[in-house]
């Protein structure tokens, strides 16, 4: 997977991309991520990339000729998926970046102040993502989150990812707690099935707090499952049979 990036502060992404899996997805050559910086494209002297809205009002938008330039030299064959961040985009998902995950190259586009001079999106944009309801300075942190998303669920670039997506449907729900030692820290006590070394009951206890979790916060999530008879039986003996 390529994907390149368009942005007015490339360096925001920089030491993101240089760590964890996203790094080791890169020296893999399993994923190739080049930032670029649209000031490249600008024409004039002051190397503007921006200008006044038509109609008035306060704040910026991003002119069209220095994006039209840039993603003619990035994307010349118009074979790439061109995915524009922003607020009013498709919401962001585990899916979406799942199927995200196929392509061979995507080219994001990060906007900045009141964002794109629509003809940007008219013409240039194939997809529209958020990553979420909530109000950013502009697209670079979204595209950041996004090609993370989609980082390490890139075949191969996460050994563990596939195979705990064979083995259950625990994905779907919300983690179960978590503990390593010691076994008692400041009077609390790590549950003892968890030290039994009985793997049928620990498994057992994972799944239903698991549930437990996802019907306490997530009901929403919950209701869009397919629970079996086994687990509304497990959610009824936690005592969370009001919530199914
Ligand atoms: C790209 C510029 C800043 C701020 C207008 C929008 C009221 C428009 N999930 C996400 N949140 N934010 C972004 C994002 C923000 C961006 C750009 C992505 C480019 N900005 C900006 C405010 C407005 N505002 C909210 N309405 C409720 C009007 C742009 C993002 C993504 N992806």
Redesign the pocket.
């Known amino acids: 997977m390529k994907i390149d990036v368009l942005a007015l502060f490339p360096e925001i992404l920089a030491p993101a991309l240089q760590t964890g899996i996203l790094r080791r997805a890169q020296e893999a050559d399993k994923l190739a991520v080049n930032v670029h910086n649209l000031r490249d494209w600008a024409t004039d002297k002051h190397k503007s990339v921006d200008d006044y809205p038509y109609g008035g009002g306060a704040g910026m938008i991003l002119k069209p000729g220095p994006i039209f330039s840039a993603l003619a030299d990035l994307n010349p064959g118009q074979t790439a998926h061109v995915i524009y961040?922003?607020?009013q985009?498709t919401p962001l998902t585990q899916a979406l970046a799942e199927s995200l995950s196929l392509e061979t190259h995507l080219i994001l586009l990060?906007?900045?102040?009141?964002?794109v001079d629509e003809r940007v999106r008219d013409r240039l944009v194939t997809t529209e993502?958020?990553?979420?309801?909530?109000?950013?300075?502009?697209?670079e942190i979204?595209a950041l989150v996004l090609i993370d998303a989609i980082g390490r669920v890139l075949p191969g670039a996460l050994g563990d990812y596939e195979s705990a997506q064979v083995d259950s449907f625990s994905h779907e729900l919300l983690d179960h707690p978590h503990y390593t030692r010691p076994a008692e820290f400041e009077g609390m006590q790590v549950p003892e099935v968890l030290l039994s070394g009985h793997h049928d009951n620990i498994e057992k206890w994972r799944y239903t707090e698991a549930l437990r979790r996802t019907a306490q916060r997530r009901p929403a999530l919950l209701q869009k499952l397919e629970l079996t008879a086994e687990d509304i039986a497990i959610l009824k003996a936690a005592g969370l049979t009001e919530l199914k």
């Open positions: 961040l922003t607020p985009g990060c906007g900045r102040y009141k964002g993502i958020s990553i979420g309801d909530y109000v950013l300075s502009g697209g979204a």
